[in-house]
């Protein structure tokens, strides 16, 4: 005889990784005909379940629903110098089309639907609706073959075995008070731990508090599960003192308030002096770096855009304005200066000196067109226009956190590894709670990783369970 459980497999999260993972994990115990009690168990109430999944527009590097991008592998591997795992990479690539199209099979639409980069060096797939169409669909769909999500409800602690096997887990409930549940099997999928302070500090470093989060959902994201499974053994990945980072306007609260529109302007620090190539590359590409820079180098950890008139003569401009408040404005150059608390004759002299560098050319908005400013440091490779049409526009812009990258080693089925590369019995992670990214994000592989991994994890986890019943542990 098996032994008596609350839960067979429990999914902590309630994002696109756990939703899938509870969901995968029904539909193979049904195909099976096995009668499993799957529950998923979410921190926030249900008006805000779901993490940074909820918010996110859901990026897919995918050429079409059945095809990655070309050199997705090549791609992630040499964004990470070679330090991610490229079995995890490549199984990531092999499963990508099948499972989005088992995502479309329980009711989500995708489309190539207008994105916030102008200029992009990879395509991007979107789901009609963004994670949230996603995480409502898919939970949606477990939730009629019978699993639970259980709100406001926060696991905090994993229970061993005398053999090291997982076999419960300690859940605190609204109010405080913790309980203990018996489980089969458990998968981690909570994201990662931008919304704790402790350990972004310990991790990220010196004024990691004031990094905002690139939406509420992040908030929710403390990094417990992390924390737990390393308490048991479990080996960490991906770089821990980094995060994807997001250039935004401070002023809003609006979620991803993107200012993805400066390669067509000049960014400068609060003393009005220039500090990058706004033009390196297509902005799909570079602005995380920008948004760094900005945190890690700038005073104040702030930067402004400025520009001008001309900035209303690209087109589609405000796709690339994600942010809900209106540009700060002024006549002048020195007084657009007195109005953004930067030095008003810097402020000048900076575009001045930026106006003489610009080279003719034709200038192209939606590719890299070598329209440069020479002989300055530091240079702009393209899209370099100068500013001298009134009104004058800026923008503050600042750095976000859209997720953090240090998380948990898995192998290719989700199952959570100890420091010697062993497997942890009944323990799985995916998405963010799963370690993978290291130095620059490849865009548009962070949900399709959850999606696929969260798949993989609930099929194994239902394998898992039903040998331990065969076996009676």
Request: proline letters at 4%; hydrophobic letters at 40%.
């Amino acid at each position: 005889m098996g032994r008596e459980v609350d839960y067979d497999i429990v999914v902590i999260g309630c994002g696109v990784a756990g939703t899938s993972a509870a969901l995968s994990a029904a539909e193979t115990a049904k195909k099976q005909g096995k009668k499993l009690k799957i529950a998923i168990l979410e921190r926030s109430d249900f008006d805000h379940r779901g993490g940074n999944s909820r918010w996110t527009a859901s990026y897919m590097r995918m050429k079409n629903i059945d095809e990655i991008a070309d050199h997705f592998v090549e791609d992630m591997m040499d964004f990470s110098d070679n330090y991610s795992d490229r079995k995890y990479i490549e199984t990531l690539a092999e499963n990508a089309g099948s499972t989005l199209r088992w995502v479309e099979e329980k009711g989500v639409e995708f489309d190539y639907l207008p994105t916030m980069f102008l200029t992009s060096n990879k395509p991007r797939l979107l789901p009609v609706g963004g994670g949230r169409a996603i995480i409502d669909t898919i939970s949606q769909r477990a939730a009629g073959l019978g699993v639970e999500i259980i709100y406001e409800a926060t696991a905090w602690k994993l229970l061993l075995d005398e053999e090291g096997v997982v076999d419960g887990l300690m859940i605190r409930v609204k109010g405080g008070t913790s309980v203990q549940l018996k489980v089969g099997a458990v998968v981690l999928a909570s994201g990662g731990f931008q919304g704790n302070q402790e350990m972004m500090a310990q991790y990220i470093g010196r004024d990691a508090h004031r990094i905002r989060t690139v939406c509420e959902g992040g908030l929710f994201n403390k990094g417990e599960a992390i924390r737990m499974a390393m308490d048991i053994g479990a080996k960490p990945a991906g770089q821990f003192d980094a995060f994807h980072a997001e250039p935004v306007d401070p002023r809003s609260n609006r979620e991803e308030a993107g200012v993805m529109v400066y390669p067509y302007a000049i960014l400068v620090d609060k003393n009005g002096k220039r500090f990058v190539d706004e033009g390196k590359s297509t902005v799909d590409e570079q602005y995380e770096q920008v948004a760094r820079t900005i945190f890690y180098d700038l005073p104040d950890h702030i930067a402004y855009m400025i520009t001008d008139q001309k900035m209303y003569d690209i087109p589609n401009y405000e796709q690339a304005l994600e942010t809900d408040k209106p540009p700060i404005t002024a006549g002048t150059l020195e007084e657009l200066a007195e109005k953004i608390g930067v030095p008003a004759q810097q402020l000048a002299a900076t575009v001045q000196e930026f106006n003489a560098a610009v080279q003719p050319g034709e200038f192209q908005y939606d590719k890299k067109d070598g329209k440069q400013a020479v002989g300055i440091t530091p240079p702009k490779s393209n899209w370099a226009i100068t500013i001298d049409q009134g009104p004058f526009i800026a923008y503050p812009v600042v750095c976000s956190n859209v997720f953090t990258n240090g998380g948990l080693a898995t192998d290719t089925n989700g199952s959570v590894l100890s420091q010697d590369d062993d497997v942890i019995p009944g323990l799985y992670a995916a998405g963010e709670t799963a370690g993978l990214y290291y130095g620059k994000y490849p865009g548009g592989t962070s949900v399709l990783r959850g999606l696929v991994f969260g798949r993989r994890a609930g099929e194994h986890a239902v394998s898992y369970v039903s040998n331990a019943e065969k076996m009676g542990v």
